[in-house]
C-alpha cells in the first residue's frame, strides 16, 4: 500500500531537514501553554481507570443477549432435483459460449471500444482514481456472471 501510495502521489521527503529541533517546536508545536491535570484526570475526563472499566463493563452487559441464538439454516430456491436440473443448464450455458445482450460486455455494446481502465470520481475535488482491469481478466467473469 505505501509502494503504491507513493507510485500514485509521490514521495514525501522530510521537510524538517537540517532544521534546529527549537525552530521545529516552535513553529510545529501546540499553541499556548500545557494543561495541567489534577491526580485523578486522565485528559479526557475524570473518571478513574477502575471506574470507566466497570462503567464499561455495565454498558456492554446491558446490551448483550444472555442466551446464544440459533444460526439459521442454508437457504436455497431449489429443492434438490431443481438444483441439479439447475447446475446442468449453467454448465451447458457456459460450454456453448452464449452470451446475453444487454450486460455490456459484447464489443457492439460499448461506446466505441474496450478501454482498459475506468476513472472512478474520488473526493470533492473532482480528482479520479484510474482502476486498471484489462479484457482477459475481467471478460471472463463478466460473461460468468450475465
Not at 35 to 57: I, V, W, Y
Not at 66 to 85: G, M, S, T, Y
Request: proline share 8%.
Amino acid at each position: 500500500m505505501e509502494a503504491k501510495g507513493q507510485l500514485l502521489h509521490g514521495f514525501y521527503g522530510d521537510e524538517c531537514k537540517g532544521v534546529p529541533i527549537d525552530l521545529i517546536e516552535q513553529y510545529y508545536g501546540a499553541e499556548g501553554p500545557h494543561l495541567k491535570h489534577n491526580p485523578c484526570q486522565r485528559g479526557a475526563g475524570s473518571l478513574q481507570d477502575e471506574e470507566m472499566e466497570d462503567a464499561t463493563n455495565e454498558q456492554v452487559k446491558s446490551n448483550a443477549y444472555p442466551n446464544a441464538v440459533p444460526v439459521p439454516q442454508k437457504n436455497c430456491l431449489f429443492d434438490e432435483a431443481e438444483l441439479i436440473v439447475c447446475k446442468h443448464q449453467m454448465k451447458t450455458l457456459q460450454k456453448s459460449g452464449f452470451t446475453p445482450e444487454g450486460y455490456f460486455i459484447l464489443p457492439d455494446e460499448w461506446d466505441k471500444e474496450y478501454l482498459p481502465y475506468e476513472d472512478i470520481p474520488v473526493g470533492r475535488q473532482g480528482n479520479f482514481l484510474r482502476i486498471i482491469l484489462t479484457h482477459s481478466i475481467w471478460l471472463p467473469r463478466a460473461e460468468d456472471w450475465a
